[in-house]
């Protein structure tokens, strides 16, 4: 079982909806909980940090549930802008330092 | 600021030679990753270092991989012999005083 499991989609949108990404990760010492985005054939980019409170950023929400070990990514009102790869990322201590644990991705094609 | 540099761009070899790829980290990050990342799934750390030192190559394929950081600036990735499973993008990344990760744009390696 992978540490980090992401739905991989595709989620074919329309523009103007709302849709969420859902993510599990298997190891309860993770501490930290992020999600990136990817464009097609780019690097990944810190999109927003993930608390136990729920953070909004814009049309963006995401959220952390640690007792299910569940992180979830809402988007309002898409934007075909919002075409890209999501992924979840967790950070745990592992040795000497901070590591990041990546999902697979979800792929979210928002359509015209 | 200037991002995480990256070079090559990309390289197209055959299996069996030998292939290496350059890192220059953000100015003053003391934090230097290299990742794998396959073509469907999300980029797998191979080795980290903090400045010179390596905290953590638990994951890296010891026998054809190695990587260096000599003067805890600009790093090297290289593989010896290369493999066909070798092909993907190969993503380095820093990390400054804020544990965000900033990432180059990558090597796409082919191995034909």
């Known amino acids: 079982r992978k540490e980090v499991e992401q739905d991989p989609g595709p989620f074919n949108v329309p523009e103007g909806a709302t849709v969420a990404f859902n993510c599990t990760y298997s190891?309860?010492?993770?501490?930290?909980f992020f999600w990136y985005r990817q464009d097609c054939r780019k690097e990944p980019k810190l999109l927003m940090s993930v608390y136990s409170s729920g953070n909004e950023d814009g049309r963006f929400t995401a959220q952390l549930n640690r007792a299910s070990q569940y992180i979830s990514l809402l988007i309002r009102d898409s934007k075909l802008s919002d075409s890209a790869t999501y992924l979840c990322v967790v950070s745990r201590y592992g040795g000497a330092t901070n590591k990041l644990i990546f999902g697979t991705g979800t792929l979210l094609a928002v359509q015209p | 600021e200037a991002g995480v540099a990256q070079s090559p761009r990309y390289k197209i070899i055959e299996k069996r030679q030998s292939v290496a790829f350059w890192c220059n980290p953000i100015?003053?990050?003391?934090?230097l990753y290299w990742y794998q990342q396959i073509l469907g799934q999300g980029p797998k750390l191979l080795i980290q270092?903090?400045?010179?030192?390596?905290?953590?190559d638990s994951q890296l394929p010891k026998d054809r991989f190695s990587a260096e950081r000599l003067k805890g600036v600009d790093s090297t990735l290289k593989i010896q012999p290369a493999k066909l499973e070798d092909s993907a993008v190969y993503l380095c990344?820093?990390?400054?005083?804020?544990?965000?990760?900033?990432f180059g744009p990558g090597t796409r390696l082919t191995v034909l």
């Open positions: 100015s003053g990050h003391a934090t």
């Open positions: 270092f903090q400045n010179n030192g390596v905290v953590d």
């Open positions: 990344a820093s990390t400054g005083s804020y544990n965000e990760q900033f």
């Open positions: 190891n309860s010492a993770s501490q930290s």
